[in-house]
């Protein structure tokens, strides 16, 4: 067993990396100082969800909905605020068209991210980026963004720092050139960028002014009595035809198929077989007349035909002289003659056609009549 061990091929070590790394990426949006999972889904009635945030806003008089279902996308006209908050599957080109759409028609989109990843295509599109990362703590608030109702701090347990191009404004920030709250506008209206899932959060929503400052941002649709909408979408509440998103969206599916992909190359750098072993000849043992076929043909197709002719007359006039020791072939026909004329004449007849090239079919004829003459019960007979 031990010496089994001992020949893993490192592949499957990679395999394994590989596998560890995929789980441990997934645990960056499910683990927090708490040990709460937070999906950030108003869904979710747990601490990690958003469901009392829900709840918070309706009781503050605003009309609340989900984004979610076949298609992304949300309607200014009936849409103020937009929030999208933890996405758990990534922004992709019609997405972040879609938010752009959104936001250039007036309405406001509220990211909150904690790592960035999944949101990668959307940042960069409105050139706000991940900076590094932000421990836990209070921070403060200011600003007439969020002066009504007015936050002074906002609590988050972990987050991230922002940067960003020319024309984007830093709402919150620790210190100069460390944003955590970034506002970038396009058209008539904006998207705000929060570097922390945390204020959202039904564990932390209590915390300092976490829920005023939730509230800050959704004034703008309670103001206009347009709805606050909540992303579920890249949640996953929408319906798929990809067999394969589990392989594709999940980091437990795509650390299968880096395993695959291993294993796979496990066995062709091995040389290892799938099945079992394929004998090299399968065929069942060859019989004598199958080696006396391919004799003739070659043979025939030597073109020396006359060898087995020569051989049966041979045999012919051996046969006949054995019952007349030492007497010519001729005297040997004509004392046969004496008691059997046929027979003799049937030798003679015989003895003249194998004496010249005959062709395959007459050569054929010629041998059976050849058993005949000497056959054992023609000699009882001219013996008799």
Excluded: C
Excluded at 261 to 278: D, E, M, N, Q, T
Excluded at 279 to 285: G, K, Q, V
């Amino acid at each position: 067993m031990m010496k089994r061990l001992r020949r893993v091929h490192p592949l499957y070590y990679l395999a394994l990396v590989l596998f560890v790394v995929a789980l441990a990426a997934s645990a960056l949006t499910a683990d927090t100082s708490g040990g709460v999972a937070r999906s950030a889904s108003v869904y979710d009635t747990g601490p990690g969800g958003a469901a009392a945030l829900r709840k918070y806003f309706e009781a503050m008089g605003a009309s609340t909905t989900t984004v979610q279902g076949d298609t992304f996308a949300a309607d200014p006209a009936q849409v103020g605020v937009l929030f999208m908050l933890a996405p758990s599957e990534a922004f992709t080109p019609l997405d972040v068209v879609a938010v752009r759409q959104f936001v250039a028609g007036g309405g406001t989109a509220v990211l909150g991210t904690d790592i960035g990843v999944f949101e990668g295509a959307l940042l960069d599109a409105f050139d706000i980026h991940v900076a590094g990362a932000l421990g836990p703590g209070q921070y403060p608030v200011g600003g007439i963004a969020f002066a009504n109702p007015p936050a002074r701090t906002i609590a988050l347990d972990r987050g991230v720092i922002l940067s960003f191009g020319g024309g984007r404004v830093p709402l919150v920030a620790t210190a100069p050139g460390r944003a955590i709250v970034a506002m970038a506008r396009e058209g008539s209206g904006s998207l705000i960028v929060v570097g922390s899932v945390a204020p959202f959060l039904t564990a932390e929503l209590g915390e300092a002014d976490n829920g005023r400052f939730a509230l800050a941002l959704a004034a703008p649709a309670i103001a206009s009595r347009r709805a606050v909408a909540f992303d579920e979408y890249h949640h996953g509440i929408h319906p798929t035809t990809d067999v394969l998103v589990l392989l594709t969206r999940t980091w437990p599916g795509r650390a299968l198929v880096f395993a695959g992909v291993a294993l796979f190359l496990y066995l062709v750098a091995s040389g290892r077989r799938l099945g079992p072993p394929i004998p090299l000849d399968p065929r069942p043992p060859r019989s004598s007349l199958e080696y006396i076929r391919g004799f003739a043909g070659l043979v025939r197709r030597s073109g020396h035909g006359e060898i087995a002719r020569r051989r049966f007359r041979r045999e012919l006039r051996t046969s006949l002289a054995r019952e007349l020791p030492e007497t010519p072939l001729g005297e040997v026909i004509a004392e046969l003659a004496t008691t059997d004329h046929p027979r003799a004449a049937r030798a003679r007849a015989l003895d003249e056609a194998l004496a010249h090239p005959l062709r395959e079919d007459a050569l054929l004829r010629t041998v059976r009549e050849v058993g005949l003459v000497i056959g054992t019960e023609h000699k009882a007979g001219g013996t008799a």
